[in-house]
């Protein structure tokens, strides 16, 4: 019996090789997901480039087979991505994205590598209930440590605040919405007392998923923004943010037992 090509991502378990990867690298950005085939990995075959969510399959140096996919921006679209990928039997994700920081002392160029997530997000709530936790599994986020302490990339773990958008939700007030809700005043110097480390939009319902789907999954982040000092993303680091996230991630899949 032949399996079917999902309608989302494009391709099905028949468009794999007889030993087929069960460890994706998931990027928002599908210029991302090609980067990181093409210059991370060996013997690169395209899958699909189906609706913006690319996807590559290919091997890692130590012959571990690997998917480099692509979840688009936000929760909603992840959460359809991560559904199909475990249905062709994808059992880690890591997720490799880009975050602004809220805490001082987690500079630009650095990385976040999220144990959990405070989860603000809509689609979280259609997977599980809002006191769901939204943790990321314990090994693979040690895994990631592990491979940026190796690289000698600067890194933080923990707390992420992951919520559903870039302006209103993450308190920017400099864009074409000033007048935030009453709620959303307030609500940065709120989490940096609660310790959360950062901003990003996907990792609370990628964790959430993880825990009701059984797989593993973690998160590793840029960070690309100073939030304690200005709304914008500073793009003279925004490529070392992103190479050092992506870095960590591939030697952590490489090194990862599975």
Do not use: W
């Not at 991502?9 to 980067?35: K, M, V």
């Not at 475990?86 to 500079?107: A, D, E, K, L």
């Not at 100073?226 to 030697?251: C, D, F």
């Amino acid at each position: 019996m032949t399996s079917k090509r999902f309608y989302h991502i494009g391709f099905g378990q028949d468009d794999l090789d007889s030993s087929p990867p069960t460890i994706a690298l998931l990027s928002g950005d599908p210029e991302r997901s090609r980067f990181i085939a093409q210059t991370h990995l060996q013997d690169v075959r395209l899958l699909s480039e189906n609706r913006g969510l690319n996807s590559y399959v290919g091997y890692l140096p130590n012959g571990r087979p690997i998917l480099s996919a692509t979840s688009g921006m936000g929760a909603p679209s992840l959460s359809i991505v991560v559904n199909e990928l475990v249905q062709v039997g994808i059992q880690q994700i890591i997720r490799i994205g880009t975050c602004g920081s809220i805490q001082p002392y987690v500079p630009v160029g650095s990385i976040v590598i999220s144990s959990a997530a405070l989860c603000r997000q809509g689609a979280a709530n259609d997977i599980a209930p809002v006191e769901y936790p939204a943790a990321a599994d314990p090994f693979l986020t040690v895994a990631l440590a592990q491979a940026a302490r190796k690289l000698q990339i600067e890194h933080y773990i923990g707390i992420t605040a992951s919520v559903d958008t870039f302006y209103e939700g993450q308190e920017r007030t400099d864009s074409a919405n000033p007048n935030l809700m009453r709620s959303l005043y307030g609500i940065t110097e709120e989490y940096q007392r609660l310790n959360v480390l950062n901003y990003e939009m996907e990792c609370g319902t990628l964790f959430k998923m993880a825990g009701v789907y059984q797989f593993a999954a973690s998160a590793v982040c840029g960070v690309v923004a100073q939030r304690s000092v200005a709304e914008e993303i500073v793009l003279s680091q925004k490529e070392i943010a992103i190479n050092n996230a992506i870095a960590t991630a591939v030697h952590a899949a490489a090194n990862f037992e599975l």
